[in-house]
């Protein structure tokens, strides 16, 4: 297993225009989080899921934010009509259920979003 | 709520000093405590972690140990290398991982030869 991928690593994209983004946890991971990192701060929860189940979703930004993982398995995060604040590294990080490990999160390599 | 605080950066150190940067947390119960590492450009990785009082977790070299008296998790290096150059986050998490991490804001840390 090659660990958490993300896709696309790099996006630009114009103001008002919608955004998604990909994340493929590691294969035997029930939990999937995602974050948002700006400039010289840590990062910052958005959301995460439970196998297809998304438990929490209050932390996401505005309605503009939305997240499916509709099979449990790769999960995509959309941004609609995106805004010059948007602009931030998101990561994804994903996670076993249960036993040894399970409070340990592995992360993508991100996706950097610059809008214009 | 729960929160991390690390010692502000950036730090700057010559080749083979010594590394520490300050880490301490607030949070109820027994929280979990971890050192990420980003290097420029890329995501986050799991440098050490410990998962209760007195364990000390160590990689490359690196050490942290959980402090549950002081509500510290300090990381150390003996000697530092140029390729040690990075961010470091400081991050805590409920032990069933229920609950996303919490995040210090990160320290700078660059190595010059």
């Known amino acids: 297993d090659t660990g958490v991928s993300q896709d696309p690593r790099h996006k630009i994209t114009k103001r008002g225009q919608n955004v998604t983004f990909r994340c493929d946890p590691i294969?035997?991971?029930?939990?999937l989080y995602w974050y948002r990192q700006t400039l010289g701060q840590g990062p910052e929860f958005l959301t995460y899921?439970?196998?297809?189940?998304?438990?929490?979703k209050s932390r996401l930004l505005s309605d503009r934010f939305s997240a499916e993982r509709p099979k449990g398995s790769f999960s995509t995060l959309e941004i609609q009509r995106t805004e010059q604040g948007d602009s931030a590294m998101y990561l994804c990080?994903?996670?076993?259920?249960?036993?040894?490990?399970?409070?340990?999160?592995?992360f993508g390599p991100g996706t950097r979003l610059l809008v214009l | 709520g729960d929160s991390v605080t690390q010692m502000e950066g950036p730090v700057t150190l010559s080749e083979e000093a010594f590394l520490t940067i300050n880490c301490t947390y607030t949070?109820?119960?027994?929280?979990?405590l971890f050192w990420y590492v980003q290097y420029p450009g890329e995501g986050l990785q799991l440098l050490l972690k410990?998962?209760?009082?007195?364990d000390k977790g160590s990689n490359k070299g690196f050490e942290a140990t959980y402090r549950k008296e002081t509500t510290s998790f300090h990381l150390e290096k003996g000697s530092v290398q140029v390729s040690d150059s990075a961010v470091y986050f400081c991050?805590?998490?409920?032990?069933?991982?229920?609950?996303?991490?919490?995040f210090g804001k990160g320290t700078r840390l660059s190595v010059i030869a």
């Open positions: 294969s035997e991971h029930n939990r």
């Open positions: 410990a998962t209760k009082a007195d």
């Open positions: 990080a994903s996670s076993p259920l249960g036993g040894r490990g399970r409070e340990t999160q592995y």
């Open positions: 949070a109820t119960g027994y929280p979990s």
């Open positions: 991050a805590l998490s409920d032990p069933s991982g229920n609950t996303p991490l919490v």
């Open positions: 899921f439970q196998n297809e189940a998304q438990l929490e």
